[in-house]
């Protein structure tokens, strides 16, 4: 391609790949009988996806995966290039994965706009995690919670809320019950923004969320 | 593999509403400004001059005339800048500048233009004050707070009409607070001037910002009203034209453009945008989950509509339109640089999704009933489809 042409496909410095997708999103809408979902982002940040899989069990393979998007193009182009690279990967393939490549294959992004690609990774983390807690392979536990959480986004800095220091401390009782103490304040807009994208987050396990914020 | 979201954009002329940000020239602004670059090229001469220098100082003054009666005042209370954001950084570190003003505190409102922002900012930051107004969920500054924060201040920044939401703030209320009281009252007249009745005798501004580009004159010129015996000192240094507050060789073309651009803008045009800005908000809220930014009537700009969506995200919705040949802006922190949502919609209390889906539509002279007619199609159109992609759409009816 022609430096011109490549020019006159960019749209608000996305490449015409990136239009593509946004413009013809791959795989998109809901998986009734999905085996997991994962949502990650936050409504506060304008940042969302949510992730629908079904696995073959037998081989740990993601036999179909669907999202759905409330955010940017690069939001939308990401999650769909996303979910075009993993299908019918294992999950230890899919792991390969990176960001970068997601970007890479979207022909780049522009700088401000790469964290949509570390979201959709993201989110496919998340809902690799929450199947292996699923089947019983990994332990519901701190660690475990605290990698969930990093699909959880501060909206005020738009990075997770382990790293904004959000969640200030985690504890898990028998496997079940997960107790967060958080740094917002109790009835504030954060606080109700984190409620609703920490439960969320969770959503489809068989535990008991008890968050804690401060008065 | 699924089926294409939207399908390919037919090829259509640009339907632009985004005359907020700015406009199109109009061709009978070109041609007079072509004169005074081709033919009359020189730049204004003192006193005296030689021939070309005497075209050009004609042409400049007839055009401060022709501005300053626009806004009911004095020829030589107008002063032509590059436009609206240097007209305010005159005024206002014009102002601080001044030895002849001693109260220490600026006040402004959390919905002005950046450049006001900003500037009132750095003064806090070199030893003055400031006090920034919160506004009411439709933009509006509250005269009591206004009222209650007058001690020690020097100047009051107020805007006319809002960029985003357009709310027209009650600027003669404002004035007389101001005037009663010693203060400067500075307003950004940006987006209202040669569309809103600006008269300074009758409200009591002491400085105004006004801009060519959007009443479809150029861009790169605007003025500043200095209202007799107010006492600036410019933060720019030069020669003593624009009675040393903006120096510089002036530009003449774009002033005379400027003036023709006054001209062709009547109060006719204010009306007609008037009744189609209602027409295209009444279609836009038939929206599910839709909601409007800002006043309605008169007390909101003529030209300005903005609509926030639930359960969509703004610069998604702005490219679809671009792809469908409409242009329009956003709010959404996704479409900004800083990826800030806008400090306007925020101050109006509403929740960042509101900000993410907020869309401003604004109309120029020329828009047709044909044109917005098509926005509101188009608009229902992208929002429904971003709807469908959305994992936040089933909450929608639960919740409202």
Known sequence: ??????????????????????????????????????KVGSVACGDLIKLYLKFDPDHD???????????????????????????????????????????????????????????????????????????????????????VLRGVLDPVEGVDVISAKIVESVAVEQGKRVIMQLSAKAGSELA??????IHDAFEGLDIELNLKFKD | MSQPLVPEPQTQKLVYLDNAQTTRLDPAVLDVMKQF??????????????????????????????????????????????GGTESNNIAIFGAANSNYYKAKRFVTSKIEHTSVLRIIDKLSRQGFQKTLLDVDQQGFVNTADLKAAIEDVRMVSVQHANQEIGTLQDVAAIGEICRNNGILFHCDAVQSFAKEKIDVQSAKFDLVSISSHLIHGPKGVGALYVREGVKL???????????????????????????????????????RMSGLRDELIGALLTISDSRLNGPTGERRLCNNANISFGAVEGEAILMHLDLRGLVVNTGSACYSQKLEPSHVIRALGGTLEESHGSIRLSLSKWTTKEELA??????????DKLRELSPLRRKVPAQR
Do not use: W
């Open chain 1, 1 to 38: 391609m022609t430096a011109t042409s490549e020019t006159s496909a960019r749209k608000f410095g996305y490449s015409e790949k990136v239009m593509d997708h946004f413009k013809n999103p791959r795989n998109i809408g809901v998986l009734e009988d999905a085996d997991v979902t994962a």
């Open chain 1, 61 to 147: 393979q993601i036999k179909d995966i669907r999202f759905e998007s409330y955010g940017c193009a690069a939001n939308i182009a990401t999650s769909s290039m996303m979910t075009e690279m993993v299908k019918g990967k294992t999950i230890d393939d899919a792991r390969k994965v990176t960001f970068k490549e997601i970007a890479e294959q979207l022909g780049g992004l522009p700088r401000i706009k790469l964290h949509c690609a570390v979201l959709s990774r993201q989110g496919l983390e998340a809902a690799f995690l929450k199947y292996e807690a699923k089947r019983g392979r990994v332990k519901i536990d701190e660690s475990f919670v605290n990698k």
């Open chain 1, 192 to 197: 109700k923004s984190l409620t609703d994208d």
């Open chain 2, 37 to 82: 670059m081709m033919e009359n090229y020189g730049v204004p001469g003192g006193e005296f001059g030689y021939r070309l220098e005497e075209e050009a100082r004609e042409a400049v003054e007839q055009a401060r005339e022709t501005i300053a009666r626009r806004i009911n005042a004095s020829p030589q209370e107008i002063i032509f800048t590059s």
């Open chain 2, 233 to 271: 000192q410019s933060p720019l240094e030069g020669d003593d034209r624009e009675r040393g507050l903006r120096p510089g060789t002036p530009n003449v073309a774009g002033i005379v453009g400027f003036a023709k651009a006054v001209e062709l803008m009547t109060h006719e045009h204010a009306l």
């Open chain 2, 374 to 383: 098509y926005a509101a199609e188009t608009v229902k159109e992208v929002v």
